[in-house]
């Protein structure tokens, strides 16, 4: 497994565990002077967050290629056009968002004024995951930055090569006392933990989710928590099927399936998962060639440890497609299981891998009977051309997202939340959704001193009296 890394920090000097509090009280100062309530200086942070994006790419594609064999492809339209965008998309709107909001008023405050201030929280943290190590630490740095938070990042230490280049540039373009980078793995992060944040906002899995919030707890900091689960596919035979196969088969390939979102297994009949089958073996091959090891386009599995975990799965029901590994690349070849039951082990925990269960059903009310009986997963595909179907599928299934017809595609529409429920999450964010996650919504009433607002409201004054109170 990858080793635990420390990078480059604080004026090229590497933080230990025992520098945390120093760093947060710097960000805690920074947030203090009101420096990042100035929105002129958020917009200024998040074009100089675009520069680092512009002036580094290829820095940024040669480690997602280091940690994870990304392609260019998929490095360019996940983890760079994706927050390039976002970016861009909080430049455009950020005058707006900021604006106090102006609630409706009820009679009695006809004559004052009633308001909703937008308060950033302070000094707020996010942990990153590996798999899209760059786009799930920057996204949210760039909603706290954009709602006026200061901001203490610690990427995943999996992810080392984006790690470590994130701890270099973040202080060669962001302000140095508001925003910083902290690198480490379990036990600086068990370390970092113990301190007191204004927002803590996790992407990763389940499981970490619960500890990260029983650490919050002890200082009362609300969450984000972006987490997994199992997400899974219904299709029925109404679809076009070679569209249909090709898009959850590019759902589950993408990152070697390595995607919080990916397909995680298929609900359908027999006779659909014979096509599926069939058609997912011609697909593979016009994507991947006749040896799909030596496509470019296929990603490695992170590390050893989730290798060995995934190549355990592979003796779950009957291989259908692919089923081939090479431990010295920890390469998984896109796999298709068949006649799995509900009971393997595949199908207790999320697979986070090219392997793709198919469970049968005989129709849409058993599929949802499957799904509800399990954890809420956080995507949910639906592929039918019944639209009575399709809505009875949404009404009853509750999950973090739908797609229908597609995989992964719900994430890319900018004025969606995308976010978890149940074991997958607690909260939302991209866009407006991640402004508003990093924003705290301040009420606010401003009274005047009119005398004949003072008359009609001092009935509220002792003495009391049986009249006052009769309406
Ligand atoms: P992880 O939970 O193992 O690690 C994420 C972070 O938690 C890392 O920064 C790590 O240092 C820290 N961490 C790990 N163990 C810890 C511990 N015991 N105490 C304190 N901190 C600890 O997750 P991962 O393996 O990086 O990511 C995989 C999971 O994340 C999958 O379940 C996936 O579905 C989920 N995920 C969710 C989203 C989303 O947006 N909802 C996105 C990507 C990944």
């Known amino acids: 497994d990858t080793p635990l890394t420390m990078g480059p920090q604080l004026n090229g000097k590497i933080p230990s565990t025992s520098s945390y509090p120093e760093i947060i009280q710097k960000a805690r100062d920074a947030f203090q002077s009101g420096r990042t309530r100035d929105v002129t200086f958020r917009e200024q942070q998040l074009k100089k967050l675009l520069r680092l994006y512009e002036e580094n790419t290829d820095a940024m594609i040669a480690a ?29 709107n950020l005058r707006e968002w900021v604006k106090p909001e102006k609630p409706p008023k009820g009679i009695v405050n006809l004559m004052d004024e009633v308001l909703i201030h937008h308060d950033p929280f302070g ?21 706290a930055i954009a709602a006026g938070n200061c901001v203490i990042l610690k990427p995943s230490e999996v ?50 989710g619960k500890i990260v919030r029983a650490a919050a707890n002890e200082h009362l900091t609300p969450v984000t928590l972006e987490l997994g689960g199992k997400s899974p596919v219904y299709i029925d035979d109404t679809v076009n099927m070679d569209i249909a196969v090709r898009r959850i088969l590019w759902g589950k390939c993408i990152n070697a399936g390595q995607t919080c979102i990916a397909p995680d297994y298929i609900l ?14 011609q697909v593979f091959r016009e994507w991947y060639g006749d040896n799909w090891k030596n496509s470019p386009d296929f990603c490695r599995i992170v590390t050893d440890r989730h290798f060995r975990r995934l190549v355990g799965f592979l003796n779950n029901g009957k291989i259908a497609v692919g089923g081939d590994t090479d431990e010295s690349e920890r390469y998984i070849s896109p796999t298709i299981l068949v006649d799995v039951k509900p009971s393997d082990p595949i199908m207790q925990e999320e697979i986070f891998g090219p392997i793709l269960p198919v469970v049968n059903v005989e129709s ?35 999950s973090g997202g739908i797609c229908c017809n597609d995989t992964l595609m719900h994430v890319g529409v ?25 924003t705290h919504k301040k009420s606010c009433l401003v009274k005047n001193y009119n005398p004949l607002g003072e ?5 509220r004054y002792p003495p009391y009296s049986d009249k006052k109170t009769t309406f």
Not at 64 to 92: G, P, T
Not at 455 to 459: E, L, N, P, R, Y
């Open 64 to 92: 997602l290629a280091a940690d994870l064999r990304k392609s260019k492809q998929e490095s360019v339209l996940f983890e760079i056009e994706f927050v390039k965008n976002d970016i861009k998309h909080s430049l455009l």
């Open 123 to 143: 000094v707020v943290l996010i942990m990153g995951a590996w798999n899209y190590p760059l786009q799930l630490a920057l996204v949210p740095v760039a909603g």
């Open 159 to 208: 992810s080392e090569a984006c790690a470590n280049l994130m701890a270099e540039l973040i202080p060669k373009y962001l302000d140095q006392d508001c925003y910083h980078v902290v690198q480490g793995g379990i036990p600086e992060t068990t370390e970092l933990l113990k301190e007191r944040f204004d927002y803590i906002f996790y992407t990763g899995s389940t499981n970490v």
């Open 268 to 281: 359908c009949s027999k006779d659909v998962e014979q096509e599926i089958v069939s058609r997912a073996k």
């Open 364 to 398: 849409p009310e058993e599929a949802i009977k499957f799904i509800v009986n399990r954890e809420k997963p956080l995507a949910f595909y639906i592929f039918s051309d019944n639209s009575q179907r399709r809505k009875l599928l949404i009404e009853n299934v509750s």
């Open 414 to 438: 900018d004025t969606l939340p995308f976010g978890g429920v149940g074991n997958s999450g607690m909260g939302a964010y991209h866009g407006v959704y991640s402004y508003n996650t990093f």
């Open 455 to 459: 008359k009609i409201a001092s009935s």
